[in-house]
């Protein structure tokens, strides 16, 4: 006896159609899968026999070989368990098996027969509407999940609502997808009280999408603001939040009873991530924490410290929006399209700039701390913005402006600058040109500074930039102990 | 490679031989050897500097070059490195004393910076190539600097700095000394306060050490049309660092609009910043208004 069922294995963003296939013969009782299967796959046996035992239905006592084709394409993690046990009741003709045809599935199986839910259900839901199934038998937990991809959805709790269901016993509860996305929410804005020029510096920031680096002693509020600023982003177009969601649901982070990735992502991985982690890789390629960020916020809290090559691996998704993993199997492709805020102390023991103790630091390593970041990297940062160490009489001061306030003006600038950016008007364009021959000043950074100032014209709703805005964004160029 | 040397018998400097213990010959990379015998002045101090520090090494470098004179210092981190980088910045000349062979950079990481030196000023050692640099013989590196300089400014010194023992060469070889005055609370100035308790000249402005010497600052023209804003923020920072939310606030200025003042100042050499807090520069006296 044989029957099948459809399913799909992930590959990088990709699913790819699987069809599980289960042959019951005569012979001594046994239980094989082959087509590639990883060792959670392998192990669904066991899982598919507790299972489908739990679920009072009958282990048939043959020699069952289940076969993942194409056999060639490796199969990862424990989303076959529902497909391999519904093929397996097919063959046995526990459910019939031309219903089971009609939909695809996903899923893993507890002990007890409960359907878990598992990484990807986006994904594989969009390949199986393409693939002309409307019906994707999924986790009750992923169903919503499912939903956002246009299929319906048919929710699962257990292995017994499966069976019962295709035998036409059961009907499962409608999901209403989440199609909207939300505005704001989060951090506020308002908690930062004082740092005017930080403040001022963000909002730049979300309005240009520029990668920003924040600078000074510990306790300043580096990390606090950069928070806020998926807060005050422009909130997500719906295909923009889910393409969020795909990548989110295909790395596993998706929260509980929250399908859909609505606002934008802020993402701040510890210094002591691996660059696989954070450019995503492994042997089924998974997406890292640039990918995770995409559309929001990367926070790298304390740049020196990451390792180097974790910080070189920034380069690629930086220039090209995008990561590129190649394995012997194919390539993947990742979308990377953040906002890059880093932090740094001034020095390694954190106490420069502030005036209340004595920097220990010797010269040696003042340099190597500064030569932790390549100039390529600094390159990346078109504002570098010193956060002092606010004195007492700031900390008093009223709660700053909110969040939403600060996105009212982010948003019709960011409008703007998508339209037409302003250009530089003839005396601004004089001004940069004295820059570059007084200042420190590359030709690289020339070009920063001229984004920066258009972005600034954007938020004072001007089409050119004036010297005054040139002169704003000059403010915020790498310093020298950066850039020499 | 062989590198040019001047010894006692040919184009010796003659300041340089009033040592009493004169390097038998020096060793030079860069320029003509006749850079060793123009007016040059020492600008030394701590290799940990503070910003204050840096900023007063450049500038004062910057003035001195600026007016002709060549900078000497001894190619170390922090105030030695600014001197040098303040007289490149000036377009004038500067030499470089090492404390190992002629052929090495040291530290490593200036290697670029003795580069631009040599392009047009001297980079000089009287040590052969081949030597490498050892903690006893930068002391001897600094009666080199201290004989070279007609006279020799000290900006930030700890107490048991190496700035001190090239002031104790120029003092011994009865040249000027000049001190920058620092916070009496930093650790970072008490090499030069001390200094100036024994006598040396507090160094104000660039044009002191230029009059001793005779010399007269390059004129410098205040750009006329300094917006009253950024009159009212150079007041301000006459009375000592500020960062820019202190400026907002003592100004009711807005970021934006301080950055962009702050940027002008920046741009006409008024004021210069470092870690995000911004000084008023040096070499000239605090604005009129604060004068009186």
């Given at each position: 006896?044989?029957?099948r069922?459809?399913?799909?294995?992930?590959?990088?963003?990709?699913?790819?159609?699987?069809?599980?296939?289960?042959?019951?013969?005569?012979?001594?009782?046994?239980?094989?899968?082959?087509?590639?299967?990883?060792?959670?796959?392998?192990?669904?046996?066991?899982?598919?026999?507790?299972?489908?035992?739990?679920?009072?239905?009958?282990?048939?006592?043959?020699?069952?070989?289940?076969?993942?084709?194409?056999?060639?394409?490796?199969?990862?993690?424990?989303?076959?368990?529902?497909?391999?046990?519904?093929?397996?009741?097919?063959?046995s003709q526990?459910?019939?098996?031309e219903?089971?045809?009609?939909?695809?599935?996903?899923?893993?199986?507890?002990l007890?027969?409960?359907?878990?839910?598992?990484?990807?259900?986006?994904?594989?839901?969009?390949?199986?509407?393409?693939?002309?199934?409307?019906?994707?038998l999924?986790?009750?937990?992923?169903?919503?999940?499912?939903?956002?991809?246009?299929?319906?959805?048919?929710?699962?709790?257990?292995?017994?609502?499966?069976?019962?269901?295709?035998?036409?016993?059961?009907?499962?509860?409608?999901?209403?997808?989440?199609?909207?996305?939300?505005?704001?929410?989060?951090?506020?804005?308002?908690?930062?009280?004082?740092?005017?020029?930080?403040?001022?510096?963000?909002?730049?920031?979300?309005?240009?999408?520029?990668?920003?680096?924040?600078?000074?002693p510990?306790?300043?509020?580096?990390?606090?603001?950069?928070?806020?600023?998926?807060?005050?982003?422009?909130?997500l177009?719906?295909?923009?939040?889910?393409?969020?969601?795909?990548?989110?649901?295909?790395?596993?982070?998706?929260?509980?009873?929250?399908?859909?990735?609505?606002?934008?992502?802020?993402?701040?991985?510890?210094?002591?991530?691996?660059?696989?982690?954070?450019?995503?890789?492994?042997?089924?390629?998974?997406?890292?924490?640039?990918?995770?960020?995409?559309?929001?916020?990367?926070?790298?809290?304390?740049?020196?410290?990451?390792?180097r090559?974790?910080?070189?691996?920034?380069?690629?998704?930086?220039?090209?929006?995008?990561?590129?993993?190649?394995?012997?199997?194919?390539?993947?492709?990742?979308?990377?399209?953040?906002?890059?805020?880093?932090?740094?102390?001034?020095?390694?023991?954190?106490?420069r700039?502030?005036?209340?103790?004595?920097?220990?630091?010797?010269?040696?390593?003042?340099?190597?701390?500064?030569?932790?970041?390549?100039?390529?990297?600094?390159?990346?940062?078109?504002?570098?913005?010193h956060?002092?160490?606010?004195?007492?009489?700031?900390?008093?001061?009223?709660?700053?402006?909110?969040?939403?306030v600060?996105?009212?003006?982010?948003?019709?600038?960011?409008?703007?600058?998508?339209?037409?950016?302003?250009?530089?008007?003839?005396?601004?364009?004089?001004?940069?040109?004295?820059?570059?021959?007084?200042?420190?000043?590359?030709?690289?950074?020339?070009?920063?500074?001229?984004?920066?100032?258009?972005?600034?014209?954007?938020?004072?709703?001007?089409?050119?930039?004036?010297?005054?805005?040139?002169?704003?964004?000059?403010?915020?160029?790498?310093?020298?102990?950066?850039?020499? | 490679?062989t590198?040019?040397?001047?010894?006692r018998?040919?184009?010796?400097?003659?300041?340089?031989?009033?040592?009493?213990?004169?390097?038998?010959?020096?060793?030079?990379?860069?320029?003509?050897?006749?850079?060793?015998?123009?007016?040059?002045?020492?600008?030394?101090?701590?290799?940990?500097?503070s910003?204050?520090?840096?900023?007063?090494?450049?500038?004062?470098?910057?003035?001195?070059?600026?007016?002709?004179?060549?900078?000497?210092?001894?190619?170390?981190?922090?105030?030695?490195?600014?001197?040098?980088?303040?007289?490149?910045?000036a377009?004038?000349?500067t030499?470089?004393?090492?404390?190992?062979?002629?052929?090495?950079?040291?530290?490593?990481?200036?290697?670029?910076?003795?580069?631009?030196?040599?392009?047009?000023?001297?980079?000089?050692?009287e040590?052969?190539?081949?030597?490498?640099?050892?903690?006893?013989?930068?002391?001897?590196?600094?009666?080199?600097?201290?004989?070279?300089?007609?006279?020799?400014?000290?900006?930030?010194?700890?107490?048991?700095?190496?700035?001190?023992?090239?002031?104790?060469?120029?003092?011994?070889?009865?040249?000027?000394?000049?001190?920058?005055?620092?916070?009496?609370?930093?650790?970072?100035?008490?090499?030069?306060?001390?200094?100036?308790?024994?006598?040396?000249?507090?160094?104000?402005?660039?044009?002191?050490?230029?009059?001793?010497?005779?010399?007269?600052?390059?004129?410098?023209?205040?750009?006329?049309?300094?917006?009253?804003?950024?009159?009212?923020?150079?007041?301000?920072?006459?009375?000592?660092?500020?960062?820019?939310?202190?400026?907002?606030?003592?100004?009711?200025?807005?970021?934006?609009?301080?950055?962009?003042?702050?940027?002008?100042?920046?741009?006409?050499?008024?004021?210069?910043?470092?870690?995000?807090?911004?000084?008023?520069?040096?070499?000239?006296?605090?604005?009129?208004?604060?004068?009186?």
């Open positions: 006896m044989l029957a069922a459809i399913t799909h294995a992930l590959v990088g963003l990709e699913a790819r159609r699987v069809e599980v296939e289960a042959h019951l013969q005569r012979g001594v009782p046994a239980f094989a899968i082959v087509g590639l299967p990883d060792k959670a796959c392998q192990e669904a046996k066991e899982r598919v026999r507790s299972g489908i035992a739990s679920a009072e239905l009958e282990w048939p006592l043959r020699r069952i070989t289940v076969n993942l084709a194409p056999a060639g394409l490796r199969k990862e993690g424990s989303g076959y368990d529902l497909p391999i046990a519904l093929a397996v009741l097919a063959a526990q459910i019939p098996p219903r089971l045809a009609e939909h695809a599935a996903v899923g893993e199986l507890a007890d027969g409960r359907v878990r839910p598992v990484p990807g259900i986006i994904v594989a839901a969009e390949a199986a509407r393409r693939a002309g199934l409307v019906r994707l999924c986790p009750h937990e992923s169903a919503p999940e499912a939903a956002l991809a246009g299929v319906e959805p048919v929710p699962l709790r257990h292995l017994a609502e499966a069976g019962a269901y295709l035998r036409g016993r059961f009907q499962p509860d409608a999901v209403e997808p989440a199609k909207s996305v939300a505005n704001g929410g989060g951090l506020d804005l308002a908690d930062v009280r004082g740092q005017e020029r930080a403040r001022r510096a963000l909002e730049i920031v979300a309005a240009g999408r520029h990668n920003v680096l924040l600078a000074g510990p306790g300043t509020g580096k990390t606090m603001l950069s928070r806020r600023l998926p807060g005050i982003l422009p909130p177009t719906l295909d923009q939040a889910l393409e969020a969601t795909r990548i989110h649901s295909v790395a596993g982070v998706l929260p509980a009873g929250r399908p859909l990735v609505d606002r934008p992502p802020f993402r701040a991985p510890h210094h002591t991530a691996s660059a696989a982690s954070v450019v995503g890789g492994g042997p089924g390629p998974r997406p890292g924490e640039v990918s995770l960020a995409h559309h929001g916020v990367l926070l790298l809290d304390e740049m020196p410290e990451f390792h090559p974790v910080l070189e691996a920034l380069r690629q998704p930086l220039e090209d929006g995008v990561v590129s993993i190649a394995r012997v199997a194919g390539q993947a492709l990742f979308p990377a399209r953040f906002v890059l805020v880093g932090t740094m102390n001034l020095c390694p023991c954190g106490a700039g502030d005036p209340a103790v004595e920097c220990t630091c010797t010269p040696q390593k003042l340099a190597a701390y500064g030569g932790k970041l390549s100039r390529a990297l600094v390159d990346r940062f078109d504002l570098v913005v956060m002092p160490r606010p004195r007492g009489v700031e900390l008093d001061m009223r709660p700053g402006e909110a969040s939403r600060v996105r009212a003006r982010v948003v019709p600038a960011a409008q703007q600058l998508g339209r037409k950016r302003p250009r530089l008007a003839a005396d601004a364009r004089a001004l940069l040109t004295r820059a570059v021959d007084t200042l420190p000043l590359s030709a690289r950074g020339r070009a920063r500074v001229a984004r920066v100032a258009a972005t600034v014209a954007a938020l004072a709703a001007e089409e050119e930039i004036a010297p005054a805005h040139v002169a704003e964004a000059l403010s915020y160029r790498a310093p020298r102990e950066l850039v020499s | 490679m590198y040019a040397s001047v010894t018998r040919r184009g010796y400097p003659p300041l340089l031989a009033e040592l009493h213990d004169p390097p038998a010959r020096l060793y030079l990379r860069g320029g003509p050897p006749e850079i060793l015998a123009l007016p040059a002045v020492a600008v030394v101090g701590a290799r940990s500097c910003p204050y520090g840096a900023q007063v090494a450049r500038e004062l470098a910057q003035a001195l070059a600026a007016a002709g004179v060549v900078v000497v210092s001894g190619l170390a981190r922090g105030v030695d490195a600014e001197a040098h980088r303040g007289a490149l910045a377009g004038g000349l030499i470089a004393v090492l404390g190992c062979g002629i052929d090495r950079d040291y530290p490593r990481a200036h290697a670029e910076l003795a580069r631009r030196i040599a392009q047009d000023g001297l980079v000089v050692s040590y052969p190539p081949g030597v490498e640099p050892s903690p006893w013989r930068f002391p001897a590196r600094n009666r080199i600097i201290a004989g070279l300089a007609r006279a020799t400014v000290v900006v930030e010194a700890r107490e048991r700095s190496g700035a001190l023992i090239t002031a104790d060469f120029a003092l011994e070889l009865g040249r000027d000394v000049f001190a920058t005055p620092g916070e009496i609370t930093s650790a970072l100035s008490a090499g030069t306060n001390d200094l100036l308790r024994q006598g040396a000249t507090p160094l104000l402005s660039p044009e002191d050490i230029l009059e001793t010497l005779g010399l007269e600052a390059a004129p410098q023209t205040l750009p006329d049309g300094l917006s009253p804003k950024a009159r009212a923020v150079l007041e301000r920072l006459s009375d000592g660092a500020r960062t820019l939310d202190e400026l907002v606030r003592a100004t009711e200025m807005d970021s934006a609009g301080a950055a962009a003042v702050l940027t002008e100042l920046e741009l006409a050499g008024l004021i210069a910043v470092a870690d995000g807090v911004y000084r008023r520069a040096t070499g000239r006296g605090p604005p009129k208004a604060v004068r009186s």
